[in-house]
């Protein structure tokens, strides 16, 4: 499968950020707090940002923020439900909820959805609701966490959503034996910081203020690729799923995170980035979602090093 790109729900001009864009999606279900699970027509990011309050030592990971997602309901969405949720809300009845969004890939033999993986968002606030009888059918829910759990390894499921994988570089957490292959790589070269000041006229004026190094992006598969085979291992995503719910809940630390860059199947350079921070997380990227509104069970990180080493 290949991203959507820019183009949105109704293949308008979508702007290419992830967190301003919608994508019509085929392969998500939903459930809000043991109502009937339903299939969104649309979704928003769903993800987390990690702020940064110092670099370069144990406990610069500062807090950790929920953006809101946003999803379009189908015929299938237990409208009254939600409706009457909606108005207990409206009445002031605040509870938390909690919402699980899976991602699914379909058998291509017996044609069902098979769950792969779930997003739980717990502490969850319904923030808006439309019943679709004056604007359409719509939600948008403010999480307070979201954990990951892995419902589902079969190499041949996850092929049909995952993402295609470049040749080089490959990523490994410290720590962690997995390897995993990506989709897209950049940034992370070294940048001259500037400072503001004042300048001599009275004015502003910037002014050097060292070398650093600058943040990165990349999309995590679990497959990489060995020669001209592309091996597929979901569990390659234990440690880093481990650690992204970690800094969800707020319990991570920073990461070195080294990328092996390979040439004719053979390692030819190590670059480790180290004590990283990732100030966003994709869990659910909307650019990333194929034509067919398949959402791949993929991570779309931005993460900023302290320090870069290369061997």
């Known amino acids: 499968m290949g991203p959507q790109g820019p ?9 290419l950020d992830e967190n301003a864009a919608m994508a019509a999606v085929s392969n998500l279900r939903v459930n809000i707090d043991g109502l009937p699970s339903f299939r969104p027509n649309a979704v928003s990011r769903l993800g987390f940002n990690v702020a940064v309050s110092s670099l370069g030592h144990i406990g610069s990971i500062g807090q ?63 923030t808006q609701f439309s019943d679709g009888s004056l604007a359409p059918a719509s939600l948008v829910l403010q999480p307070n ?23 080089s570089p490959t990523l490994q957490l410290a720590g962690a034996p997995e390897v995993l292959g990506l989709h897209s790589f950049s940034g992370g070269g070294s940048q001259l910081q500037v400072v503001e000041g004042p300048a001599p006229d009275g004015g502003t004026a910037y002014y050097p203020g060292g070398i ?25 995503f234990d ?18 995170l080294t990328l092996t860059t390979v040439v004719s199947g053979k390692p030819t350079a190590v670059t480790t980035y180290e004590y990283c921070v990732p100030v966003r997380v994709s869990l659910i990227n909307p650019l990333l979602v194929d034509q067919d509104g398949m959402v791949p069970y993929v991570y779309s990180l931005t993460l900023r090093p302290q320090s870069v080493r290369v061997q």
Do not use: C, H
């Open 7 to 15: 183009a949105g729900p109704a293949g308008g001009g979508a702007p």
């Open 64 to 126: 950790t923020s929920f953006p809101q997602i946003t999803m379009m309901l189908g015929s299938d969405a237990p409208i009254s439900d939600l409706r009457n949720l909606w108005n207990n809300i409206l009445n002031g009845s605040f509870a938390p909820l909690l919402v699980t969004v899976t991602v699914q890939a379909r058998d291509p033999v017996k044609g069902a959805f098979v769950d792969m993986v779930n997003f739980q968002m717990t502490g969850a606030l319904l």
């Open 145 to 167: 966490n979201i954990q990951i759990s892995r419902i589902n390894s079969t190499p041949s499921l996850y092929g049909l959503i995952d993402l295609p994988v470049q040749p």
């Open 212 to 236: 650093g190094i600058a943040d990165f992006s990349l999309v995590a598969v679990a497959t990489i690729q060995s020669g001209l085979k592309f091996v597929t291992d979901v569990q390659n």
């Open 239 to 256: 440690a880093l799923e481990q650690w992204l719910s970690l800094l969800a809940a707020q319990q991570g630390l920073e990461k070195n």
